[in-house]
């Protein structure tokens, strides 16, 4: 039988997945709110998908797996929104599906660790709203549901070299302060483990093993470029917009030993400094 995976909200997580997975045979269909990326996802071989708009059903008639990687909105998840009744009528056809959520569910822990059986107490809009759409895509009865907690990801184009080279970059010191962050190709790597292990009702946290202050991150990546480390500036004083200071809002430490002893999953990039030595190696080459 033919693998497919539909992927709602085919972004920058669901595209490394999708690396994986099409040279298995697999077939993928993704959704774009954008016109202008459906040839980009053709030539990657997706077959894209402009939604809303375009008509789900027979995509999801074709479905063996679903990854959903939209975020929710002021009306909740845009998904269930719009196709809860007929994803509810097939929750038993699918073998798997994959909700991407955020650490930002956990909120503030002052630096302290987490895990996936921490009580989930989100202190921002953002954590308040995913919270609210992983309890709705688990009140589905018998849909195989896969929670996965992301960290701060980064990877090819979304790193820090840009803004360090153009001078941009800021280390902004706030004392005690931590972010877990993970790599892209260690998100797919944890994706296709799941798909090829289900445990419906499993919550994963997906990040590397180093949790560690954001301005020791910016000090690095300079330090691999060869150019003088940003002058760091204080939280309390820093000219930042609202949407900037909130990522500070929350520091904790998060554990990712589920993904290892469940999923058996060697991250690539177990740290910072691998993945972006790995990462400027990959910008020179291209």
């Not at 990877?155 to 993970?182: C, E, L, W, Y």
């Not at 301005?215 to 309390?236: K, M, N, Q, S, T």
Request: proline fraction near 8%; hydrophobic fraction near 45%; charge should be negative.
């Amino acid at each position: 039988m033919e693998k497919t995976l539909l992927s709602f909200g085919h972004g920058y997580s669901a595209q490394a997945l999708a690396r994986i997975l099409l040279p298995q045979d697999w077939r993928v269909i993704g959704t774009t709110r954008s016109e202008d990326k459906a040839p980009r996802l053709m030539a990657d071989g997706v077959e894209p998908r402009i939604w809303p708009g375009a008509d789900m059903i027979p995509a999801l008639d074709a479905a063996t797996h679903v990854l959903i990687s939209a975020a929710p909105g002021e009306d909740g998840d845009p998904v269930l929104a719009a196709l809860q009744d007929e994803i509810a009528a097939r929750a038993g056809q699918f073998a798997w599906v994959g909700y991407l959520s955020t650490t930002g569910v956990y909120g503030d822990h002052q630096g302290d660790w987490v895990d996936e059986a921490t009580p989930l107490t989100p202190s921002t809009k953002r954590g308040i709203a995913r919270v609210a759409a992983e309890a709705a895509w688990a009140d589905i009865p018998d849909l195989p549901l896969h929670i996965f907690r992301l960290a701060g990801i980064y990877g090819p184009g979304r790193g820090p070299f840009s803004k360090v080279r153009n001078g941009t970059a800021r280390r902004i010191i706030k004392p005690g302060q931590v972010f877990s962050r993970t790599h892209v190709a260690d998100i797919a790597r944890v994706l296709a483990a799941s798909i090829a292990r289900p445990n419906p009702g499993a919550a994963y946290n997906v990040c590397d093993d180093d949790p560690a202050p954001p301005e020791d991150v910016i000090a690095y990546a300079a330090e691999l470029l060869g150019v003088p480390v940003p002058e760091a500036e204080g939280f309390a004083t820093a000219d930042m917009t609202p949407m900037a200071r909130s990522f500070y809002a929350e520091s904790k430490k998060v554990r990712n030993d589920r993904i290892k002893d469940e999923l058996g999953v060697a991250l690539l990039y177990p740290d910072y400094r691998s993945g972006l030595k790995a990462l400027l190696a990959h910008e020179i080459g291209a």
